[in-house]
T-cell receptor, first 113, second 113 residues
């Protein structure tokens, strides 16, 4: 079934450790996004990529980095995790960078202790 | 910058009753408006969207929403709620460069038998 695959589904991490959340899509969508979801705050955009080779900062980019080496993959890296990065992370994609429907993965729950 | 407010954090309705979820947005121009639904443990799924034209839009699963420019609102409605509608609902506004959606904090819907 076509869609977005995120890994890991859940992870507990010690503060200060490096962590990469993986995201792969098989819909050949040009644009991809990373959101974090926190209770009462909805989803907030961390980083995005409108096409392979380009990335941009969203609303809450500090402490996170991304890369987009090809169309299908869009990993999110926490270089040195802190407890405030405890959250549920969603990867999403859209056909292109214009306003339209986002397709979401099932999320990665990250706990930083 | 745009913003979205969903005034109701939790709503409980009886099965078969009508439903209205409120959404207010702030944006200087004509916004692109969306409603997404998130079932437990899942990613978000698009219910409906408004770009232009008819201010009453129909979505999946029997939902509809009405754009009211004078009230800066985009409320979601369903005439008869089913137990399977229990989920969290997010309103979002899209504007500016790229597909950068701003989400509201969400409304959690519970359905009583």
């Amino acid at each position: 079934i076509a869609g977005i695959t995120q890994a890991p589904t859940s992870q507990i991490l010690a503060a200060g450790r490096r962590m990469t959340l993986r995201c792969t899509q098989d819909m050949r969508h040009n644009a991809m996004y990373w959101y974090r979801q926190d209770l009462g705050l909805g989803l907030r955009l961390i980083h995005y990529s409108n096409t392979a080779g380009t990335t941009g900062k969203g609303e809450v980019p500090d402490g996170y980095s991304v890369s987009r080496a090809n169309t299908d993959d869009f990993p999110l890296t926490l270089a040195s995790a802190v407890p405030s990065q405890t959250s549920v992370y969603f990867c999403a994609s859209s056909r292109d960078g214009s306003i339209g429907e986002l397709f979401f993965g099932e999320g990665s729950r990250l706990t930083v202790l | 910058a745009q913003s979205v407010t969903q005034p109701d954090i939790h709503i409980t309705v009886s099965e078969g009753a009508s439903l209205e979820l409120r959404c207010n947005y702030s944006y200087g121009a004509t916004p692109y408006l969306f409603w997404y639904v998130q079932s437990p443990g899942q990613g978000l799924q698009l219910l409906l969207k408004y770009f232009s034209g008819d201010t009453l839009v129909q979505g999946i699963k029997g939902f509809e929403a009405e754009f009211k420019r004078s009230q800066s609102s985009f409320n979601l409605r369903k005439p008869s709620v089913h137990w399977s509608d229990a989920a969290e609902y997010f309103c979002a506004v899209g504007a500016g460069a790229g597909n950068m959606l701003t989400f509201g904090g969400g409304t959690r819907l519970m359905v009583k038998p």
